[in-house]
């Protein structure tokens, strides 16, 4: 079993759609979450931090559940340009992360 | 730099072969990190310099594969005898500190595809 999994995906979804997107991980002492975007054949970018309180950064919602070891990402009002790959991260306080398979995201017109 | 800079950006190398990969990360940042990303996977950690220190190889797959950081700056990831199983993608990542509160800024990485 994978330390972090993401949903397998694909998800196809119409441009104004809302997706969200789920993580689990497995280690206990993460301490650090975050959402990157990957675009094809492109290096991974940070989207997100996320926070267990919650955050937002316009159309994109993190949450995330330490107890459950989930974490989400929502994405309202798509549009085209968000179709990517959405990585899911996770870390303890310093040193490696460990990175999910990813969820592929196509917007369609 | 503006930010962080990977060389070569392709590399084929026949089977056997030893090759250099050059990962030069923004000024200034402490953590420098290496990844392998094979196709349709999520990037896998190799190793992690604070400063000129490797604080953890661990993921490093097996002896052929080494990496320095002899003065704090630039890293070399080198893998002798090439496999075919090394090609993938080989990311650099850079960050300001040890900590993971700000995430990674990540290069462009370096497709080595072994023949």
């Known amino acids: 079993r994978k330390e972090v999994e993401q949903d397998p995906g694909p998800f196809n979804v119409p441009e104004g759609a809302t997706v969200a997107f789920n993580c689990t991980y497995s280690?206990?002492?993460?301490?650090?979450f975050f959402w990157y975007r990957q675009d094809c054949r492109k290096e991974p970018k940070l989207l997100m931090s996320?926070?267990?309180s919650g955050n937002e950064d316009g159309r994109f919602t993190a949450q995330l559940n330490r107890a459950s070891q989930y974490i989400s990402l929502l994405i309202r009002d798509s549009k085209l340009s968000d179709s990517a790959t959405y990585l899911c991260?996770?870390?303890?306080?310093?040193?490696?992360?460990?990175f999910g398979d990813g969820t592929t995201l196509t917007v369609k017109p | 730099g503006a930010g962080v800079s990977q060389s070569p950006r392709y590399k084929v190398a026949k089977r056997g072969q030893d090759v250099a990969l050059r990962c030069d990360p923004i000024?200034?940042?402490?953590?420098l990190f290496w990844y392998q990303q094979a196709l349709g996977q999520g990037p896998e950690f190799l190793t992690y310099?604070?400063?000129?220190?490797?604080?953890?190889k661990s993921g490093l797959p097996s002896d052929r594969f080494f990496a320095e950081r002899p003065e704090g700056s630039v890293s070399t990831l080198k893998i002798q005898r090439t496999q075919q199983e090394d090609s993938a993608v080989y990311l650099c990542?850079?960050?300001?500190?040890?900590?993971?509160?700000?995430?990674?800024?990540f290069g462009s990485g370096t497709r080595l595809t072994v023949v």
């Open positions: 990542a850079s960050s300001l500190d040890g900590s993971q509160t700000y995430g990674y800024t």
């Open positions: 280690n206990s002492a993460s301490q650090s």
């Open positions: 996320v926070y267990s």
């Open positions: 991260v996770v870390s303890e306080w310093a040193g490696k992360s460990t």
């Open positions: 000024s200034g940042h402490v953590s």
């Open positions: 310099f604070q400063n000129e220190a490797q604080l953890d």
